[in-house]
């Protein structure tokens, strides 16, 4: 009988994990542990909202410590978790330490990937509400932004600082901005919308080499150019923090992207040790693969199945992936997964930045990306989860009652 829930992390999966075994009538002993000093956040708006200035910190908290306390969690901020014995289900604390439960969540999330001689006084990086507060520093009319990577995040910064009118360049070593996930079309499409923003967009360059002088950053790329700066964020991905579960005779797998495996149900191979949010590589039964989804509606999904297995109930995570983004003032949607898909149907108008592109395989919908179609994305959603095979014409028509595709 599981009398005691250790959870490693203090993030968003973390947060929801230790909610649901509360309300679920877990009455035995939880410890929430987290690395940061704070207490349980949304990251979301760290690159959006609290960035620009419109959200205040209070606003972030998912579990402030008066409700810990209230629902006898004990919360641990500003502690290292160094090793995770999964064996035995106990962690090693930094300074020495080791504690034992009956079942161990690891929710440790990731770090922000650094690229090698990229680091000085001028360079930033975005993860934690401190990374956020230091960066927004530095956001003024008039400063020159170098934004390292036009994934979500660095577009986010980007569109952010331009917001608050700073100048703009964005560095994408691919030839457009997420083509390796949405295709080059969808590609071209966000590298307009950045443009049409005012950022000085350049593809198909790397970084080739940094420095600082006393007045600017001077970033060099792989097209021989010289971009000068106030300041340089380094948007390039995250890196999952799995180290701590991949000690000697651990039984928890790490794949090639450095996630913790985990099945639908956020099992580890080691009995009584979950895993879930970023710092999982996950089996999709709706794709029949293993897939990364480095998002908050996952991390929400998996905290509370890892939630309720650990409670003994059977609950897996089978929805299609759904993400949103903010920038340059469109609201993006995402879900499913494109891999294998070869052939795009549109609906609406590009040109516009309104429309939804519906990735398909051999008919079947697998993968639907939009902007400000929110609505025709929660029925693409819908369609996804059911392997629906719908009718290109009627996805394309404008006029046409998608939800009648529903069934």
């Known amino acids: 009988m599981i009398r ?15 909610r649901t075994l509360r309300r679920r009538g877990f009455d035995g002993r939880v410890t929430l542990v987290g690395e940061e000093s704070e207490a349980p956040y949304q990251r979301p708006p760290l690159s959006k909202e609290h960035l620009a200035g419109d959200q205040g910190r209070d606003e972030l908290y998912l579990l402030t410590p008066e409700w810990c306390a209230a629902n006898a969690v004990d919360l641990r901020t500003g502690t290292r978790v160094t090793a995770i014995r999964a064996a035995d289900r106990a962690v090693e604390y930094a300074g020495g330490g080791t504690e034992t439960a009956d079942a161990v969540l690891i929710a440790t999330g990731g770090s922000p990937r650094r690229l090698p001689g990229v680091e000085g006084e001028r360079v930033r990086h975005l993860r934690t509400l401190a990374d956020a507060d230091r960066l927004r520093a530095g956001l003024r009319p008039g400063a020159r932004v170098i934004v390292i990577g036009a994934g979500f995040v660095g577009s986010e910064v980007a569109s952010t600082a331009r917001g608050l009118g700073a100048e703009v360049t964005v560095i994408e070593r691919a030839g457009q901005p997420l083509a390796g996930a949405l295709g080059e079309p969808m590609g071209d499409t966000l590298a307009a919308l950045q443009r049409d923003a005012g950022v000085e967009l350049r593809t198909g360059e790397k970084v080739e080499s940094y420095r600082e002088t006393a007045g600017a950053a001077l970033v060099t790329t792989s097209g021989g150019a010289t971009v000068e700066g106030d300041l340089v964020v380094v948007g390039a991905g995250m890196v999952p923090a799995s180290a701590p579960a991949a000690g ?6 790490i794949a090639a992207d450095g996630g913790i495996v985990v099945d639908e149900r956020c099992r580890t191979g080691q009995d009584g040790v979950y ?12 794709f029949g693969r ?11 999904a998996q905290g509370m199945v890892a939630a309720k297995n650990i ?7 089978t929805a299609s992936p759904w993400f949103w983004s903010d920038q340059f003032g469109r609201n993006l949607q995402y879900t499913g997964h494109p891999a294998g898909t070869d052939r795009l149907v549109l609906r609406g108008r590009v040109e516009d930045f309104d429309f939804v592109a519906y990735y398909l395989a051999g008919g079947v919908l697998r993968a639907a990306f939009g902007m400000d179609r929110g609505a025709d994305i929660a ?11 719908p009718d290109p014409d009627v996805l394309r028509d404008e006029d046409a009652d998608l939800t009648e595709l529903l069934g």
């Open 311 to 317: 409670l003994g109930k059977t609950a897996a995570h």
């Open 379 to 389: 029925v693409a959603r819908e369609l996804i989860a059911a392997r629906s095979a």
């Open 290 to 300: 293993r897939i990364r989804a480095e998002h908050f509606d996952n991390a929400n």
């Open 4 to 18: 005691s829930v250790l959870v490693v992390g203090a993030g968003q999966a973390a947060a929801v994990a230790v």
């Open 275 to 286: 895993a879930a949010g970023d710092v999982t590589t996950f089996h999709h039964p709706l």
């Open 248 to 253: 000697p005779g651990s039984r928890v797998e």
